[in-house]
């Protein structure tokens, strides 16, 4: 039911330009054609039923070592904001955690043999580097095919040595919990929180950044923004998920560094993937890019065609809200908004722009060209930027092909 539900809600957030390329590069018949990985809820009948009851589920339990595991997704610690003058609050943290079985020991060989014929693994290079490349797909679609574990909960030590319960978690096998702490820390100090139990986690710890209300803060795209995707085609997508080695784009871990180093911002990673990808896009940000909280759908997709839609319908309305949670826990912050012409990038940012007046202090968008599949003539036109940016002063807004185009325009944020 609560697929059903992600599902549902996406078709309705779905735009007009998200259904128009999703037909033209052939979505719906790509994904109609792709194998089943099963059902995520091969659980106890009673586990099953009462995940429904979410975060008051009283038949919840705590997560077995031996069986199960958590994974612990990073996030941002920040003082909530009075509206009239106040002293410094204590810090809190959205704590997002989901459960799963270990080793479920499906056999996932059909699919990954479905995947490899697809991308042409099987046409392409020695057996040797065949061999090597299924299991690559196999070692990546292992997120996909875990059986989630709802209706358990898990405990972490909290920095000042407290412990404290994550979960139980609902129907999708998450947990979101608004957590508070009162050890001192200052701005941009990262630290970790692990389970009680380490083994739980095999993923590590979580790390949280600390935040204080005021000072600057990216949020940045992933997808065809600071990794290559190629998102407008469902083979690329395949390709560059399960097969290929993440690249990043050209000069963009120069220019983050940059960023970085001028204006020591909060970072937030912003993708319409299903979390399943986290550890995937976690690892690859942390070897290229500042660390930071990375934001992902919180649904889980057993079937490789709930993860094209994931990324492909309704995302400008994903995002917004996404960025409407951020905003109530850092208003005050002045904001660089990073994204890509290939989805709805530049609408979701012209939205968060116009529903909050002085937020959003510069916003970047790279025009993609260098895609194939991609109807350039319509993601790139200036008449789509500049309806996506309506009411957005002209100099707030600036599309570039070459991320060392945007140096002087960075510099010049320094005294914003």
């Known amino acids: ?94 704590f997002h955690a989901a459960f799963f079985k270990k080793e479920t020991g499906k ?35 292992q997120p996909f095919i875990d059986v989630v574990a709802p209706a358990r909960w898990a405990e972490v030590r909290l920095p000042n040595g407290k412990l404290q319960r994550l979960g139980p978690g609902g129907r999708s096998a998450t947990s979101r919990q608004i957590v508070s702490f009162t050890t001192d820390h200052s701005n941009g100090e990262a630290v970790e929180t692990d389970a009680v139990k380490p083994e739980l986690t095999p993923h590590g710890p979580m790390l949280t950044t600390f ?14 923004t600071v990794k290559v995707t190629l998102t407008p085609s469902p083979v690329g997508i395949l390709r560059t998920t399960f097969l290929s080695a993440p690249t990043p784009i050209a000069s963009m871990p120069a220019l983050y560094a940059h960023i970085q180093s001028l204006l020591n911002p909060t970072w937030f990673y912003l993708s319409a993937s299903p979390y399943n990808l986290y550890p ?10 500042p660390k930071g909280t990375i934001l992902l759908r919180d649904a889980s997709w057993m079937d490789l065609s709930g993860f094209f839609m994931s990324l492909t319908q309704g995302t400008e309305a994903y995002k917004t809200g996404r960025m409407d949670m951020v905003h109530n826990w850092l208003p005050k912050r002045k904001v660089l908004c ?8 530049p609408e ?31 993601k790139n036109t200036s008449e789509r930027f500049e309806k996506a940016f309506k009411d957005v002063p002209r100099d707030v807004w600036q599309v570039f092909e070459d991320p060392n185009e945007l140096y002087a325009a960075v510099n010049a944020l320094k005294s914003t």
């Open 1 to 94: 039911m609560q697929r059903a539900f992600d599902r549902a809600r996406q078709i309705l957030e779905e735009t007009r330009g998200d259904k128009r390329t999703r037909k033209n590069e052939g979505f719906p018949s790509t994904e109609r054609a792709l194998p089943s990985l099963g059902s995520p809820f091969s659980i106890p009948i009673t586990q099953n039923i009462s995940s429904y009851l979410g975060s008051r589920n009283p038949f919840a339990g705590p997560i077995d070592p031996s069986t199960e595991s958590v994974w612990l997704f990073d996030n941002t610690a920040y003082r909530p904001i009075h509206p009239y003058p106040h002293s410094p609050q204590p810090w809190q943290a959205d």
């Open 107 to 141: 056999d996932v060989s059909k699919a990954v043999a479905d995947i490899a014929d697809k991308i042409g693994l099987k046409e392409s290079g020695s057996e040797e580097e065949r061999e090597r490349g299924e299991r690559t797909i196999a070692q990546r679609l």
């Open 211 to 224: 935040a204080e209300p005021e000072g600057w803060m990216v949020i940045s795209d992933i997808d065809d």
């Open 280 to 289: 995937f896009l976690r690892s690859f940000l942390h070897a290229n890019y």
């Open 338 to 345: 990073v994204g890509d012409s290939t989805q709805s990038d």
């Open 348 to 378: 979701a940012y012209g939205n968060i722009y116009r529903k909050n007046k002085g937020w959003v202090k510069k916003i970047f968008i790279r025009k993609v060209a260098d895609v194939a599949e991609m109807d350039v003539q319509e």
